[in-house]
């Protein structure tokens, strides 16, 4: 598949088998992350990769917890079962911080779909790694809890079956000047 056919054919996914993703993939994941554009090339990113069940149903509770301020009666799982969880994160102090994230959260998302995962991505991370247990999880991988915050998560992992991911129309605003 080529590039941009990639773009397009990208879609959010919502329901996962339980096979796992690979070291392999999980890496290739990361290095995609890795090389996205960042203000200033400062390359300002923190990533956390999790397969750890037990660490990801603590993730998943702590979404679930902020999203509940909004919603009182949310009983899911904001992750959808997805085997894989990725936090991203960038040096707090940085004005691009969100901009910066959010590039690399594309990267993500389009690295899993040319691998064949399918992947989504997860809001909520600024609040769930400003917890005490969010935090923990962090310094437990090496990730400083106070020099980093969370942007986003990315959910990924094989699609479970009989789902269709069909693009909504597209609705932007283009201007053109010829
Ligand atoms: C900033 C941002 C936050 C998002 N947060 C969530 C989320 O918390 N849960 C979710 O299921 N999807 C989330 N999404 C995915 C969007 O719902 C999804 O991209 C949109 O519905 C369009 O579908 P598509 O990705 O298949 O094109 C988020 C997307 C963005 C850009």
Known sequence: MSAYDLLLKRRSVRAYTDKPV????????????????????????????????????????????????????????PFYGAPCVFGVLVLKDLPTRELDGAAAIENMLLAACSLGLGSCWINRAREVFETREGKEILNQAGIDSEAYTGIGFVIAGEAANGVSYEAASRKSVIGVIQ
């Open 22 to 77: 690979s070291n392999k993939q999980i890496e290739k994941i990361l290095t995609a992350a890795s090389y996205a554009p960042s203000a200033k090339g400062r390359q300002p990113f923190a990533f956390l990769a999790v397969t750890n069940p037990k660490i990801i149903q603590t993730l998943s509770q702590l979404n679930a917890d902020v999203m509940r301020k909004a919603n009182p009666d949310y009983q899911g799982d």
